[in-house]
Protein backbone atom coordinates (compact mmCIF):
# COMPACT_ATOMS: atom_id res chain seq x y z
CA UNK A 1 0.00 0.00 0.00
CA UNK A 2 1.36 3.41 -0.51
CA UNK A 3 2.09 5.93 1.94
CA UNK A 4 0.44 9.16 1.06
CA UNK A 5 2.34 12.59 0.74
CA UNK A 6 0.76 15.58 2.22
CA UNK A 7 1.07 18.71 1.59
CA UNK A 8 -0.85 22.02 3.33
CA UNK A 9 -0.81 25.44 1.47
CA UNK A 10 -0.89 28.35 2.83
CA UNK A 11 -4.67 29.00 0.71
CA UNK A 12 -6.58 27.98 -1.55
CA UNK A 13 -5.21 29.57 -4.67
CA UNK A 14 -2.00 28.20 -3.88
CA UNK A 15 -3.62 24.44 -3.90
CA UNK A 16 -5.23 25.34 -6.73
CA UNK A 17 -1.77 26.30 -8.72
CA UNK A 18 -0.12 23.01 -6.91
CA UNK A 19 -2.90 20.87 -8.45
CA UNK A 20 -2.66 22.13 -11.64
CA UNK A 21 0.99 21.51 -11.71
CA UNK A 22 0.72 18.31 -10.68
CA UNK A 23 -2.31 17.72 -13.10
CA UNK A 24 0.28 19.01 -15.90
CA UNK A 25 3.38 17.08 -15.05
CA UNK A 26 1.68 13.47 -15.07
CA UNK A 27 -0.48 14.64 -18.17
CA UNK A 28 2.90 14.99 -20.18
CA UNK A 29 4.73 11.81 -18.19
CA UNK A 30 1.42 10.21 -19.61
CA UNK A 31 1.48 11.26 -23.39
CA UNK A 32 5.23 10.56 -23.08
CA UNK A 33 4.95 6.91 -22.09
CA UNK A 34 1.57 5.79 -23.37
CA UNK A 35 0.84 8.36 -25.80
CA UNK A 36 -2.72 9.29 -23.97
CA UNK A 37 -3.35 10.47 -20.39
CA UNK A 38 -6.95 10.02 -18.93
CA UNK A 39 -7.99 11.59 -15.81
CA UNK A 40 -11.21 11.14 -13.94
CA UNK A 41 -13.00 14.71 -12.48
CA UNK A 42 -14.27 15.30 -8.84
CA UNK A 43 -17.60 17.60 -9.02
CA UNK A 44 -18.56 19.75 -6.00
CA UNK A 45 -17.35 23.52 -5.32
CA UNK A 46 -13.21 22.65 -4.36
CA UNK A 47 -11.47 21.53 -8.40
CA UNK A 48 -13.82 24.42 -10.64
CA UNK A 49 -10.83 27.09 -10.12
CA UNK A 50 -8.63 24.11 -10.62
CA UNK A 51 -10.70 23.64 -13.91
CA UNK A 52 -10.46 27.00 -15.00
CA UNK A 53 -6.83 26.83 -14.92
CA UNK A 54 -6.40 23.96 -16.39
CA UNK A 55 -8.36 25.44 -19.47
CA UNK A 56 -5.81 27.84 -19.99
CA UNK A 57 -3.00 25.31 -20.66
CA UNK A 58 -1.54 24.02 -23.33
CA UNK A 59 -2.00 20.14 -23.66
CA UNK A 60 -1.95 17.77 -27.10
CA UNK A 61 -5.84 17.82 -26.62
CA UNK A 62 -6.66 15.00 -28.84
CA UNK A 63 -4.51 13.02 -26.42
CA UNK A 64 -6.54 13.83 -23.35
CA UNK A 65 -9.91 11.73 -22.20
CA UNK A 66 -11.72 12.75 -19.25
CA UNK A 67 -14.24 11.14 -17.07
CA UNK A 68 -16.00 11.73 -14.15
CA UNK A 69 -15.24 9.58 -10.31
CA UNK A 70 -18.89 10.28 -9.88
CA UNK A 71 -22.03 12.09 -10.49
CA UNK A 72 -25.24 13.01 -9.28
CA UNK A 73 -28.12 11.30 -11.11
CA UNK A 74 -29.65 14.88 -12.54
CA UNK A 75 -29.93 15.37 -16.61
CA UNK A 76 -26.48 17.14 -17.95
CA UNK A 77 -27.87 20.38 -17.82
CA UNK A 78 -29.28 20.59 -14.43
CA UNK A 79 -26.82 22.95 -11.99
CA UNK A 80 -25.67 19.88 -9.81
CA UNK A 81 -24.54 18.05 -12.15
CA UNK A 82 -20.48 17.32 -12.07
CA UNK A 83 -19.79 16.94 -15.62
CA UNK A 84 -21.83 19.62 -16.57
CA UNK A 85 -20.21 22.28 -13.63
CA UNK A 86 -16.57 20.49 -15.68
CA UNK A 87 -18.16 21.51 -19.32
CA UNK A 88 -18.40 25.25 -18.25
CA UNK A 89 -15.25 25.78 -16.33
CA UNK A 90 -12.66 24.34 -18.76
CA UNK A 91 -13.69 21.28 -20.89
CA UNK A 92 -15.91 24.06 -23.48
CA UNK A 93 -13.11 26.09 -23.74
CA UNK A 94 -10.46 23.85 -25.31
CA UNK A 95 -10.33 22.08 -28.31
CA UNK A 96 -10.79 18.61 -26.84
CA UNK A 97 -12.38 15.94 -29.22
CA UNK A 98 -16.37 15.35 -28.13
CA UNK A 99 -15.07 11.84 -28.01
CA UNK A 100 -12.86 12.15 -25.57
CA UNK A 101 -15.15 13.12 -22.91
CA UNK A 102 -16.78 10.69 -21.35
CA UNK A 103 -19.75 11.61 -18.83
CA UNK A 104 -21.18 9.24 -16.40
CA UNK A 105 -24.92 9.00 -18.29
CA UNK A 106 -27.59 9.80 -16.16
CA UNK A 107 -30.79 9.12 -18.14
CA UNK A 108 -31.58 6.13 -17.74
CA UNK A 109 -34.74 4.82 -15.85
CA UNK A 110 -32.97 2.79 -13.49
CA UNK A 111 -29.83 3.84 -12.18
CA UNK A 112 -28.43 0.70 -11.88
CA UNK A 113 -28.38 0.53 -15.90
CA UNK A 114 -26.96 3.57 -15.94
CA UNK A 115 -23.71 2.19 -13.77
CA UNK A 116 -23.69 -1.23 -15.82
CA UNK A 117 -23.85 0.94 -19.09
CA UNK A 118 -21.07 2.88 -18.00
CA UNK A 119 -19.13 0.04 -16.82
CA UNK A 120 -18.93 -1.20 -20.07
CA UNK A 121 -17.95 1.73 -21.84
CA UNK A 122 -14.88 1.99 -19.70
CA UNK A 123 -13.98 -2.00 -20.40
CA UNK A 124 -14.50 -0.87 -23.84
CA UNK A 125 -12.28 1.98 -23.53
CA UNK A 126 -9.69 0.71 -21.57
CA UNK A 127 -9.64 -3.10 -22.58
CA UNK A 128 -10.15 -3.44 -19.13
CA UNK A 129 -12.96 -6.40 -17.37
CA UNK A 130 -15.39 -6.43 -14.94
CA UNK A 131 -13.09 -8.01 -12.51
CA UNK A 132 -11.05 -7.28 -9.01
CA UNK A 133 -7.30 -6.83 -10.09
CA UNK A 134 -8.37 -6.01 -14.18
CA UNK A 135 -10.41 -2.63 -13.10
CA UNK A 136 -9.36 0.01 -15.90
CA UNK A 137 -6.72 2.09 -14.60
CA UNK A 138 -7.01 6.03 -15.22
CA UNK A 139 -3.26 8.27 -14.69
CA UNK A 140 -4.83 10.36 -12.58
CA UNK A 141 -8.13 10.58 -10.28
CA UNK A 142 -9.55 13.66 -8.56
CA UNK A 143 -11.07 13.66 -5.72
CA UNK A 144 -12.81 15.60 -3.06
CA UNK A 145 -13.62 14.87 0.69
CA UNK A 146 -17.44 15.83 2.19
CA UNK A 147 -17.50 17.32 6.37
CA UNK A 148 -18.91 13.65 6.47
CA UNK A 149 -15.67 12.14 5.43
CA UNK A 150 -17.53 10.66 1.26
CA UNK A 151 -15.39 10.92 -1.08
CA UNK A 152 -16.58 10.29 -4.66
CA UNK A 153 -20.32 9.18 -3.98
CA UNK A 154 -19.21 6.55 -1.46
CA UNK A 155 -21.07 7.93 1.38
CA UNK A 156 -20.93 6.75 5.08
CA UNK A 157 -22.79 3.19 6.07
CA UNK A 158 -24.10 2.71 2.32
CA UNK A 159 -24.19 -0.47 0.29
CA UNK A 160 -21.40 1.05 -2.22
CA UNK A 161 -18.83 0.87 0.20
CA UNK A 162 -18.63 -3.08 -0.22
CA UNK A 163 -18.93 -3.31 -4.00
CA UNK A 164 -15.62 -4.76 -4.79
CA UNK A 165 -16.82 -6.84 -8.01
CA UNK A 166 -17.73 -4.09 -10.00
CA UNK A 167 -16.00 -0.89 -11.06
CA UNK A 168 -18.75 1.42 -11.15
CA UNK A 169 -21.83 1.00 -8.89
CA UNK A 170 -24.93 3.46 -7.69
CA UNK A 171 -23.86 5.49 -4.85
CA UNK A 172 -27.04 6.94 -2.39
CA UNK A 173 -26.99 10.22 -0.63
CA UNK A 174 -30.14 10.72 1.95
CA UNK A 175 -32.02 8.61 -0.47
CA UNK A 176 -30.94 10.38 -3.61
CA UNK A 177 -28.72 7.96 -6.52
CA UNK A 178 -25.20 9.33 -7.33
CA UNK A 179 -23.31 6.85 -9.82
CA UNK A 180 -19.93 6.30 -8.34
CA UNK A 181 -16.38 4.71 -9.20
CA UNK A 182 -16.16 1.93 -6.60
CA UNK A 183 -13.42 1.67 -4.22
CA UNK A 184 -11.00 -0.79 -5.96
CA UNK A 185 -11.89 1.17 -9.01
CA UNK A 186 -10.31 4.34 -7.25
CA UNK A 187 -7.52 2.24 -5.47
CA UNK A 188 -6.26 0.92 -9.53
CA UNK A 189 -5.42 4.58 -10.17
CA UNK A 190 -1.67 5.99 -11.66
CA UNK A 191 -2.18 8.40 -9.06
CA UNK A 192 -4.79 9.87 -6.75
CA UNK A 193 -4.70 13.30 -5.63
CA UNK A 194 -6.97 14.79 -2.82
CA UNK A 195 -7.86 18.69 -2.98
CA UNK A 196 -9.17 19.46 0.32
CA UNK A 197 -9.96 23.41 1.51
CA UNK A 198 -11.71 24.79 4.17
CA UNK A 199 -11.95 24.48 8.04
CA UNK A 200 -15.58 22.50 7.52
CA UNK A 201 -13.42 19.83 6.39
CA UNK A 202 -10.67 19.01 9.82
CA UNK A 203 -12.80 16.55 11.87
CA UNK A 204 -13.26 14.17 9.00
CA UNK A 205 -9.72 14.83 8.20
CA UNK A 206 -8.76 13.87 11.62
CA UNK A 207 -10.78 10.80 10.99
CA UNK A 208 -9.42 9.75 7.78
CA UNK A 209 -5.70 10.36 9.21
CA UNK A 210 -6.06 8.54 12.83
CA UNK A 211 -4.66 5.36 13.56
CA UNK A 212 -7.69 3.49 14.27
CA UNK A 213 -11.09 4.79 13.16
CA UNK A 214 -14.32 3.62 11.11
CA UNK A 215 -13.86 3.49 7.38
CA UNK A 216 -17.91 3.20 6.71
CA UNK A 217 -18.43 6.28 8.97
CA UNK A 218 -15.48 7.90 7.06
CA UNK A 219 -15.34 6.65 3.53
CA UNK A 220 -12.17 8.28 2.30
CA UNK A 221 -10.12 6.00 4.27
CA UNK A 222 -10.77 3.23 1.90
CA UNK A 223 -8.93 5.10 -0.70
CA UNK A 224 -5.10 3.63 -0.49
CA UNK A 225 -4.19 2.94 -4.53
CA UNK A 226 -2.27 -0.67 -4.48
CA UNK A 227 0.59 0.52 -6.32
CA UNK A 228 -0.50 4.58 -7.74
CA UNK A 229 0.97 8.14 -5.61
CA UNK A 230 -1.51 9.16 -3.42
CA UNK A 231 -1.40 12.73 -2.50
CA UNK A 232 -3.61 15.12 -0.41
CA UNK A 233 -3.33 18.93 -1.01
CA UNK A 234 -5.03 20.47 1.82
CA UNK A 235 -4.94 24.38 2.30
CA UNK A 236 -3.70 25.62 5.91
CA UNK A 237 -7.27 25.95 7.04
CA UNK A 238 -8.16 22.18 6.19
CA UNK A 239 -5.01 21.00 7.05
CA UNK A 240 -3.88 23.46 10.37
CA UNK A 241 -4.91 20.99 12.80
CA UNK A 242 -4.04 17.80 11.33
CA UNK A 243 -1.95 15.85 13.43
CA UNK A 244 0.08 12.85 11.63
O1 LIG B 1 -20.93 15.73 -3.76
C1 LIG B 1 -19.75 15.80 -3.99
O2 LIG B 1 -18.94 16.27 -3.00
C2 LIG B 1 -17.54 16.04 -2.98
C3 LIG B 1 -16.91 17.20 -2.20
O3 LIG B 1 -17.39 18.44 -2.75
P1 LIG B 1 -16.91 19.90 -2.29
O4 LIG B 1 -17.96 20.84 -2.80
O5 LIG B 1 -16.83 19.90 -0.80
O6 LIG B 1 -15.59 20.13 -2.93
C4 LIG B 1 -16.98 15.89 -4.39
O7 LIG B 1 -15.65 15.46 -4.33
C5 LIG B 1 -17.84 14.92 -5.20
O8 LIG B 1 -17.30 14.72 -6.51
C6 LIG B 1 -19.21 15.51 -5.33
O9 LIG B 1 -20.08 14.74 -6.13
Known amino acids: MTQPKIEVLADAST ?5 AELVMAEAQQAIAQRDRFTIALSGGNTPKPLYEQLAEKDLPWSKVHIFWGDERYVPADHADSNA ?8 DRVPLPA ?3 HPM ?12 THEQHL ?11 QF ?3 DVVLLGIGPDGHTASLFPHTEALQVCDRSITV ?3 DGQPRITFTVPMLNRARCVIFLV ?3 NKRTALQQIFAEQADSSQWPARLVQPQDGQLIWLLDQSAGQELTL
Open 15 to 19: LVQRA
Open 84 to 91: GMARKAWL
Open 99 to 101: ENI
Open 105 to 116: ATDAADPADAAR
Open 123 to 133: NAFFGSKSEPG
Open 136 to 138: PQL
Open 171 to 173: GNK
Open 197 to 199: TGE
